[in-house]
Each structure stands twice: as structure tokens, then as C-alpha cells.
């Protein structure tokens, strides 16, 4: 190995290294409550599709990155056409609609299965609660514009049992935990225990 | 008395019994969970300064109005130059500011009293949680513009504790429960029970 390549090499580690640390910086800020400013520019905070296409979430205050205990707000926009899984959480939920159209599909919890939904239209400036348990889906119904939401949850960091379909048992649904967005800060060291 | 003043009387009567009677329904009806409607528009509900100069309050999602256990949701409009009182509650609060500017004021629950605040400039698109139990005030310090605020709870109904000024003992603030806007439906017959 001349001179030259090894050079290289050591400059490739080196930049690696860098990386792995600016990476494990970001996280451990984002997610250790301590490092949090009191008041925070919601246009610095994270935002991602956390792997599920058609969707962008913003935990604006959450358990696992902002050390709440009783509530967690979130921003969440569904492009054109996308949804939410169908899935129930043993938790309130309430949503308020801030730009867009579309469909809650909404069922009940005291049957086998969820069965056929009721469909409610939501638009900009609606606000609904989701009863603890019931089944439901959120869809962006509209062809062109994103739907914008604010959504609140008690008892975080939210537990989330999905259905394949409307007809799928309760007790088939599948627990995601933690869910896509707490994934992250899940298995890092809390300030506070 | 004639005829006519007796007439009068009758008509005056009943359209007095009349407006009490509507006021009774619209009372009855935003104060019974089984009489909302799960979609709700912002427009449509409920706001009001409950008795507070600068202020307008919406509860979008309550627990004496809409029969929330664990969260609820507020709308709130400070004029230019309001504030909230000084005070502080045993629960969970997250602001997200829509429009305006201003200031929050945060004390410690730790020693006697509050003592003097920090202070924190807040505006649109901020959000900032206020620890349980902390003493704090929300000022709109603009000369113009409102301040406009999403504010999430836990524990509802809010039991608020008001101070005087930063120097008042914990143990001497007043507690004020039911807080001004759950008032009006705090002795309505609860559907749930």
C-alpha cells in the first residue's frame, strides 16, 4: 500500500468516525429530554415519513423524546391518496383538522371483529376524538392536497394493534411497539430514571 | 289594566319563558356528550371570554362538554397586551402558538413561592411544555396582534391555583374550581353516569 492510498484510507476512517459521532450527537440530543429547550421552533424539530410512505410525522412533544408523562401531541400530513394503518390504542385520541379533506373510517370494539366502519368526512378546521379501543383509519380522500393534522394521545408512548383488514378479530390484530416514531429514542438511556 | 297592556304582559311573558326555554336546549345540548356530533367544526362551537377581559376560549375537546377522561384540547386568543393569571395546576400542559408573539413566565414549585420568573419569548409556530405543579403566566406583549394558542391538558376538568404576584406562598393561591368556562357545565347531569 503506497503512501498515498493509505493516506486515504485514514482520511475515509476518519470522516466515518465523524459521521457515526455528528449521528449519535443528533440523536442523543433528540432524544434526551434534558438537551431539550424549554421552547422549541417547531420548524427544528425532526420530521419524517419514519418508513411509511405517504406519511410525515412531527412529535411536537412526546414521552420518549420530550419527557411527557400524561400527553402527546403530534403534527401528521397524509399526502393525496395515502391513510393510517387500521389500528385501535388502548388510549384518548383526538385530532384536530388544520388543512385538507378526508375520510375517518371508524368501528366498534364491543363485537369479534371491528366489521363494516362508519365513514365520517373530515375537513380543515373539523376536530374529532377517537373512543378508547375503537378501530380506525384516517384516509386523505383528496387527489391533490396534503392532510394536515394535529393529533393529541393520553398514556404515551402509544401502543398500537393493527388489522390487515376490517374483518380481521381483535385479538388477531398485531402489536407495533414501539411505533415507527418512537422507535428511535426507545432504547436510549432516560434522564430522568 | 286594559286589554291591551294585558296582552302585552301576556306576550312579553311568553317570550321571556321562550328565550329561557332556547337558552336551557343550547346549554343542554354543548354540555351532553351524547348530543355532540363526533365530527365538530371549530366554527361552530362555543367561544367566549367566560368573564376575562383579552381573553377568548374554545374548549375543542372537553371533558364536562365532550366527556375527554385524559386529555383535553383548548383554542385560546390573548389580546394584544393580556395575560393569563399567575397559576399553576396539577397536570400536564403543552402550548403550540398559531399566530403572535409573546412572552411565558416560569417560576418553581420547589421553594415557598414562586419567586421571580424566567422569562421566555415565545411566537408563531412554538411549542413548550409547562412542568406540573410550576407556577406560570402567558403575556401577549404585542401591541397588535393576538396571540393564538393550541393548549392540551391532562387530567381534565383543569383545577387551577391563582396567585397574586411571583412572591405569594403556594399554600395562600386560590384554588378556582370549576375554572371560568367548565362553569357552565360543571352541575349539568352527566350522561355517563
Known amino acids: 500500500m503506497g503512501v ?10 476518519f470522516l466515518l468516525l465523524l459521521l457515526l459521532y455528528e449521528f449519535g450527537v443528533v440523536r442523543a440530543a433528540q432524544c434526551s429530554t ?3 429547550p424549554l421552547v422549541r421552533n417547531l420548524n427544528e424539530l425532526p420530521q419524517s415519513n419514519y418508513g411509511r410512505e405517504g406519511l410525515s410525522h412531527m412529535t411536537i412533544a412526546g414521552a420518549l423524546s420530550h419527557g411527557m408523562k400524561e400527553v402527546e401531541v403530534w403534527l ?22 388544520l388543512k385538507g379533506r378526508g375520510t375517518l373510517f371508524l368501528a366498534s370494539s364491543s363485537n369479534k371483529c371491528p366489521g363494516k366502519p362508519q365513514l365520517f368526512p373530515i375537513s380543515s378546521n373539523t376536530t374529532f376524538s377517537i373512543p378508547v379501543n375503537d378501530p380506525h383509519q384516517v384516509v386523505n380522500t ?3 392536497e396534503d392532510l394536515q393534522m394535529l393529533v393529541v394521545i393520553s398514556r404515551p408512548p402509544v401502543k398500537v394493534f393493527i388489522y390487515d383488514d376490517w374483518f380481521m378479530p381483535h385479538i388477531a390484530a398485531r402489536l407495533k411497539y414501539p411505533y415507527y416514531w418512537d422507535a428511535e429514542c426507545f432504547d436510549s438511556p432516560k434522564d430522568e430514571l
Open 4 to 13: 498515498r492510498s493509505l493516506a486515504s484510507s485514514i482520511l475515509l476512517h
Open 142 to 144: 383528496d387527489g391533490n
Open 34 to 36: 434534558k438537551e431539550q
Open 76 to 97: 401528521q400530513t397524509i399526502a393525496p391518496g395515502s391513510k393510517t394503518p387500521i389500528h385501535r390504542h388502548s388510549c384518548e385520541e383526538v385530532f384536530v383538522v
